[in-house]
T-cell receptor
Framework: DADVTQTPRNRITKTGKRIMLECSQTKGHDRMYWYRQDPGLGLQLIYYSFDVKDINKGEISDGYSVSRQAQAKFSLSLESAIPNQTALYFC?????????????FGPGTRLTVL | DAKTTQPPSMDCAEGRAANLPCNHSTISGNEYVYWYRQIHSQGPQYIIHGLKNNETNEMASLIITEDRKSSTLILPHATLRDTAVYYCIVRVPRSGNTGKLIFGQGTTLQVKP
């Protein structure tokens, strides 16, 4: 969905490097999420934010941190990347839709940690 | 969130309707049925959702049985670009601590020329 953008789309880095993945949305949504997907597996929730002042850990937050700089921006950082963080990373948003919270996903970032 | 069951894979001829079933026999009264799809390594794409009435949008139609225990996603004229994994998810909107979507195994739809 073009309303949710992620940068970079691909990144190769080395073990121990600090990496930031960025997500922006123009949908005016209040909720934002970071998911991780390993090959052949489902999505795991890393962090989620229900508004600018609300940040919550998901099921696999260890080794990650986030920043909600504005309603439209939600960044994910890997403070010291390790090889098992090699994965696809997706940002998603949801908003105050009429009685639903449909999530809209970005195109993803493919991260490789060598 | 109620559990869903989908066939692991289906084939469909290009130009024909693709009918993807989903069983959700334990669905509760306030749970919606959502459909997403994921084309290889792309972000999951929202398709459609419904509570009890049939729904249609520009992408697909959703048929929910009267007892709400099953539903069918219909892609009226499948194209090769519809080849993807399709996920049926049942949940109460904005409920739970995280709002996390739980994607099961889904159905891999292969559209063939």
């Amino acid at each position: 969905d073009a309303d949710v953008t992620q940068t970079p789309r691909n990144r190769i880095t080395k073990t121990g490097k600090r990496i930031m993945l960025e997500c922006s949305q123009t949908k005016g949504h209040d909720r934002m999420y970071w998911y991780r997907q390993d090959p052949g597996l489902g999505l795991q929730l890393i962090y989620y934010s229900f508004d600018v002042k609300d940040i919550n850990k998901g099921e696999i937050s260890d080794g990650y941190s986030v920043s909600r700089q504005a309603q439209a921006k939600f960044s994910l950082s890997l403070e010291s990347a390790i090889p098992n963080q090699t994965a696809l990373y997706f940002c998603a948003t949801s908003g105050r839709d009429r009685d639903t919270d449909t999530q809209y996903f970005g195109p993803g970032t493919r991260l490789t940690v060598l | 969130d109620a559990k869903t069951t989908q066939p692991p894979s289906m084939d469909c001829a290009e130009g024909r309707a693709a009918n993807l079933p989903c069983n959700h026999s334990t669905i509760s009264g306030n749970e919606y049925v959502y459909w997403y799809r994921q084309i290889h390594s792309q972000g999951p794409q929202y398709i459609i959702h419904g509570l009890k009435n049939n729904e249609t949008n520009e992408m697909a139609s959703l048929i929910i049985t009267e007892d709400r225990k099953s539903s069918t996603l219909i892609l009226p004229h499948a194209t090769l670009r519809d080849t993807a994994v399709y996920y049926c998810i049942v949940r109460v909107p904005r409920s739970g601590n995280t709002g996390k979507l739980i994607f099961g195994q889904g159905t891999t739809l292969q559209v063939k020329p």
